[in-house]
């Protein structure tokens, strides 16, 4: 009877490792799959324009600097 009982608690630390192993996998999968979308977004965000030339447009909508 302990040779089975060795069987049968080795089958049992088989099964419960194997559960440990795949709820690890399900997490690791995850935390990987998290950080590939946070490297997608943008850590920040640049404007880039170009002048227009009406400069009189400009100094119109603008206050001088001696205003204050």
């Known amino acids: 009877m302990p040779k089975y009982s060795r069987l049968l608690a080795l ?3 088989v099964i419960v490792n ?6 690890m996998h ?3 999968t995850q935390f990987a799959e998290h950080a590939q ?3 997608s977004v943008p850590e920040r965000i640049v404007v880039t324009a ?7 447009l400009a100094a119109r909508a ?3 600097p001696n205003t204050l």
Not at 18 to 23: D, F, V
Not at 50 to 56: E, M, P
């Open 11 to 13: 089958g049992i630390a």
């Open 18 to 23: 194997s559960g440990a192993l795949a709820t």
């Open 26 to 28: 399900a997490a690791m």
């Open 37 to 39: 979308a946070a490297q």
């Open 50 to 56: 170009h002048r227009n030339g009406d400069y009189k």
């Open 62 to 64: 603008c206050p001088t």
